[in-house]
T-cell receptor, first 110, second 111 residues
Framework: AQRVTQPEKLLSVFKGAPVELKCNYS??????LFWYVQYSRQRLQLLLR??SRESIKGFTADLNKGETSFHLKKPFAQEEDSAMYYC????????????FGTGTRLTIIP | EPEVTQTPSHQVTQMGQEVILRCVPI?????FYWYRQILGQKVEFLVS????????KSEIFDDQFSVERPDGSNFTLKIRSTKLEDSAMYFC?????????FGPGTRLTVL
């Protein structure tokens, strides 16, 4: 069974400090990993996916198949990064369901 | 930019009543999903729908649940006889096969 684990429910970081939100997964197939973000009173939206290897809003995430991890990183936190972040996975190359982690609430302290 | 819409934003119902949650996916999308999030818990997959039929459903999606695409635009989730534990945020999503786009959600409260 596929599973996504986000060990931190809450994370507070000072503005300008580096951010790392942890995500580990277990999946027997070829997973595609995503980070979704939900800002206050807004809908879930895709932040980035491992296949595109983009940097969005300064965030990056590298898929480490050996450690089965997909941690989200940003070198310098900004106040507008405060939000709920969800790691998710699906089967690669197919429009399959998403399996979500429990989410991490990131708060940036001014 | 096109968006997934959901109505109502909040639905309050009595236990045992039927509810229908409505979603309008993005118009050229082919795959549709329902997810739910009980307060304080993770977002959970309920059902996926493609080519006018269910393509996958979770254990949560029992006989009390059904989905329909009654016309070319709406995608509905029906709960036949609501239980207290059905209280949750219900999200609709749609995709062409790449990124899933989510609606704003319907908060269902069962009293």
């Amino acid at each position: 069974a596929q599973r996504v684990t986000q060990p931190e429910k809450l994370l507070s970081v000072f503005k300008g400090a580096p951010v790392e939100l942890k995500c580990n997964y277990s999946y027997s197939g070829s997973p595609e990993l995503f980070w979704y973000v939900q800002y206050s009173r807004q809908r879930l939206q895709l932040l980035l996916r491992h296949i595109s290897r983009e940097s969005i809003k300064g965030f990056t995430a590298d898929l480490n198949k050996g450690e089965t991890s997909f941690h989200l990183k940003k070198p310098f936190a900004q106040e507008e990064d405060s939000a709920m972040y969800y790691c998710a996975l699906s089967e690669q190359d197919l429009p399959e369901k998403l399996t979500f982690g429990t989410g991490t609430r990131l708060t940036i302290i001014p | 930019e096109p968006e997934v819409t959901q109505t109502p934003s909040h639905q309050v119902t009595q236990m045992g009543q039927e509810v229908i949650l409505r979603c309008v996916p993005i118009s050229n999308h082919l795959y549709f999903y329902w997810y739910r999030q009980i307060l304080g818990q993770k977002v959970e997959f309920l059902v996926s729908f493609y080519n006018n039929e269910i393509s996958e459903k979770s254990e949560i999606f029992d006989d009390q649940f059904s989905v329909e695409r009654p016309d070319g635009s709406n995608f509905t989730l029906k709960i036949r006889s609501t239980k207290l534990e059905d209280s949750a945020m219900y999200f609709c999503a749609s995709t062409t096969g790449r990124e899933q786009f989510f609606g704003p959600g319907t908060r269902l409260t069962v009293l």
